[in-house]
């Protein structure tokens, strides 16, 4: 599987201090999302907006207990994020790829 991140789970020490390894990524965009800051928690998420994008990282090979953890991390089903699948363009080659994203609920 793949996750788009772009907050703090672009940051090497998270992901290892979460999944125990830092997984192979590139550069990539997600349309149709602004990346905004809550300002109750101060962490960035995702809204919906048709004209905007965000920069971040594509994370490779996510094992269903990885995604699991992420899940734990982002406190899905919490109230703030939901995991849900977007199509994100890498950079590297420009073409298109189905990925999880937590977005803002």
Known sequence: MTMFVYGELCKP???LEILGRVPNSEPALLDGFPRKVN???GYFHAVRHP???IAGLLLKSIKRNELEKLD???NV???EYE???ADVKTLG???RKTA???VAT
């Open 77 to 79: 089903g919490g109230g």
């Open 93 to 95: 080659s420009l073409t």
């Open 100 to 102: 999880w994203v937590y």
């Open 51 to 53: 004209t905007d994008l």
């Open 39 to 41: 300002p109750e928690t």
């Open 83 to 85: 995991r849900i699948e």
């Open 72 to 74: 734990c991390f982002e």
């Open 13 to 15: 020490l998270v992901l």
